[in-house]
């Protein structure tokens, strides 16, 4: 995923819920947003073209910057508990079926 920003290609829309004025949850996208965070807090590092490890801190100024200014497509959804729990379930369809345990979760 760092790769694909580092490539300058899109991440996928990532969505929020508004939980009020103030707040809002990840409805999809939770792992992306920790990845890029952890790889910027140099919690891990990538592989470069020649193979060698690299932490955020050790890329070059033009690389972290990609990374930083990288623009992230958000949707931010608004409504009811039920509106919610069907949009949680129409924009993870695409993927690996969901368990009724991750459903439940989502509620």
């Given at each position: 995923?760092?790769d694909?920003?580092?490539k300058g290609?899109p991440?996928?829309?990532?969505?929020?819920?508004?939980?009020?004025?103030?707040h809002f949850?990840v409805?999809d996208?939770?792992?992306?947003?920790?990845?890029i965070?952890?790889?910027?807090?140099?919690?891990?590092?990538?592989?470069?073209?020649?193979?060698?490890?690299?932490?955020?801190?050790?890329?070059?100024?033009?690389k972290?910057?990609?990374?930083?200014?990288?623009?992230?497509?958000?949707y931010?959804?608004k409504?009811?508990e039920s509106?919610?729990?069907e949009?949680?379930?129409?924009?993870?369809?695409?993927g690996v079926?969901?368990n009724?345990?991750?459903?439940?979760?989502?509620q």
């Open positions: 995923m760092i694909s920003l580092l290609y991440l996928g829309l990532i969505y929020f819920n508004d939980v009020d004025d103030e949850e409805m996208g939770q792992q992306r947003i920790t990845s965070g952890r790889f910027a807090t140099g919690k891990f590092s990538i592989k470069d073209q020649t193979g060698r490890e690299q932490l955020f801190s050790s890329l070059p100024t033009d972290q910057a990609k990374i930083i200014d990288s623009e992230l497509l958000i931010h959804c409504g009811g509106e919610i729990k949009w949680f379930k129409t924009i993870n369809i695409a079926p969901l009724g345990q991750e459903l439940l979760n989502a």
